[in-house]
């Protein structure tokens, strides 16, 4: 069993920047796929970032490439997503998510192949 732990939300006006983190409990966080989702109120979850087993391949969803940034340090067991030029559109409980199956392409980004999940960590983005 994983434990995900999201911190790092907060309310932030547009233009500005967060960092989010994710620490996950256990030993063998590098075999985890790990990733980003986010729900705004009154939509489903959304894909937003992932990243593979020793961080050298990253996505995203279209929206957020060249403002978002997903990274991980897996002596840390965590996983981070620096957001900036952030924008009211942005608002919505950020959820990590970890993927232990061994897979040669990135889970679904409709969010189904994770396994684990976070509690979730709001980000609230002023106009």
């Known amino acids: 069993q994983v434990q995900l732990v999201e911190s790092g939300g907060g309310l932030v006006q547009a233009g500005g920047s967060l960092r989010l983190s994710c620490a996950a409990s256990?030993?063998?966080?590098?075999?985890?796929?790990m990733g980003w989702f986010r729900q705004a109120p009154g939509k489903e979850r959304a894909f937003v970032a992932a990243?593979?087993?020793?961080?050298?391949?990253?996505y995203y969803v279209e929206s957020v490439k060249g403002r978002f940034t997903i990274s991980r340090d897996n002596a840390k067991n965590t996983v981070y997503l620096q957001m900036n030029s952030l924008k009211p559109e942005d608002t919505a409980v950020y959820y990590c998510a970890a993927d232990d199956t061994p897979r040669y392409t990135p889970p679904s980004t409709s969010g189904y192949e994770y396994d684990y999940w976070g509690q979730g960590t709001q980000v609230t983005v002023s106009s």
């Open positions: 256990g030993r063998t966080f590098s075999k985890y796929y």
């Open positions: 990243i593979s087993r020793s961080g050298g391949n990253a």
